[in-house]
C-alpha cells in the first residue's frame, strides 16, 4: 500500500491520454473517511474492477469520481478536469435504477434520456439523436423490445437498457455499479459484448463487482478496497490469494476458484 496523503494536494500535470486519475484520495461523509488513500489510473480503452466486501467504498469511490461525495485528501481528475466539470463525458449505472416499476414509459424513451446530457433538457431530441438510442438498444439485444414497458421487462432486461441509456449518451468514462447482480446468463453476456464494444471505441471502464470471473474477462486491472486500496494493477497480478485475504481480512473464509467465500459480509449504505 501507498504512504498515506498528509493533507489535501494540487492535482498533479495529467499524463497524456488518462481518463481517471485518482491521486492519494480520502473520501469522507460527514468528516468520516470512508476511504482512505486510494492511488489509481484508467486509460481510455481500458476496463477497471472494482473488488471489496460489502462496506468496503466501492460505490463511494464510484460517488467520488461523480462529483457526488467530497475529496477531503488527493485529487480525482476525471478526463483532465474535477469529477463535476466532466459529468457530461461520464456515464453511470447503478445497482438498481430509481424508475418505478408501474411508470409508462417505454424501453425507448429510458435509452433516449441517455442523450438529454447532449441536447439538454428543453430540446426535443432530433433524428439523430433517436437513432443513437435505437444504435444503443440493439447493441445490448433489446432493439425488439424498445416499445416495451420498461417496468415489464425482467431483472437483467432492465439492466441492459440503463447500459443502452449509457450507451447513448456516448460517454468518455463509463461506471457501473455491481451492474450483474441477479443477472440472467443471457444479460450478462450482451452487457459483456456491449461493454467491450465501448472500449474499443476507446472509452474507459470502471466496473464494481464481486465477481472474480467477470474481472477476469472483462478487466484489464483490478483494484482491491476495502477502506484502503490493498492492491492496483494488471489482473493476474492483483487477483491473487494473498491480496485477496488481506483485502477481505476475516470475512475471507475460502477461496475456491475464482470465488471469495465470505462470512457475515458488513451491510453498509456507504458500500
Not at 481518463?19 to 486509460?43: K, M, N, S
Not at 476495502?226 to 494493477?233: D, I, S
Request: overall charge positive.
Amino acid at each position: 500500500m501507498a504512504e498515506p496523503a498528509s493533507g489535501p494536494a494540487t492535482p498533479t500535470a495529467l499524463p497524456v491520454g488518462v481518463a481517471l486519475r485518482i491521486e492519494h484520495a480520502t473520501v469522507a461523509y460527514d468528516g468520516t473517511p470512508a476511504l482512505q488513500d486510494v492511488d489509481a489510473q484508467v486509460l481510455p480503452g481500458e476496463t477497471v474492477a472494482l473488488i471489496g466486501p460489502n462496506g468496503a467504498g466501492k460505490s463511494t469511490l464510484i460517488k467520488a469520481v461523480l462529483g457526488l461525495v467530497p475529496v477531503t485528501a488527493g485529487t480525482i481528475t476525471v478526463l483532465g478536469k474535477p469529477p463535476a466539470a466532466a459529468r457530461r463525458d461520464v456515464a453511470y449505472v447503478p445497482q438498481a435504477d430509481t424508475l418505478d416499476p408501474e411508470f409508462p414509459i417505454s424501453v425507448a424513451q429510458v435509452v433516449l434520456m441517455g442523450r438529454y446530457r447532449r441536447t439538454g433538457w428543453l430540446r426535443r431530441p432530433g433524428r439523430a439523436d433517436r437513432r443513437i438510442a435505437a444504435e444503443a438498444l440493439a447493441q445490448v439485444g433489446l432493439a425488439d423490445r424498445a416499445k416495451a414497458r420498461f417496468g415489464t421487462l425482467s431483472g437483467g432486461q432492465r439492466q441492459r437498457v440503463l447500459l443502452a441509456r449509457a450507451i447513448a449518451q456516448q460517454p468518455r468514462l463509463l461506471l457501473l455499479d455491481e451492474p450483474f447482480n441477479g443477472v440472467d446468463a443471457l444479460s450478462q453476456d450482451a452487457l459483456l459484448t456491449a461493454i467491450a464494444v465501448l472500449k474499443r471505441r476507446g472509452a474507459a471502464v470502471v466496473i464494481s463487482t464481486h465477481d472474480l470471473t467477470l474481472a477476469h474477462l472483462a478487466c484489464d486491472a483490478a483494484c482491491l478496497l476495502n477502506r484502503h486500496m490493498y492492491g492496483f494493477g494488471p489482473v493476474h497480478d492483483v487477483i491473487t490469494p494473498a491480496l485477496l485475504r488481506a483485502t477481505y481480512g476475516s470475512q475471507a473464509l475460502e477461496l475456491r476458484g475464482d470465488r471469495v467465500i465470505v462470512a457475515h459480509p458488513i451491510a453498509n449504505r456507504h458500500a
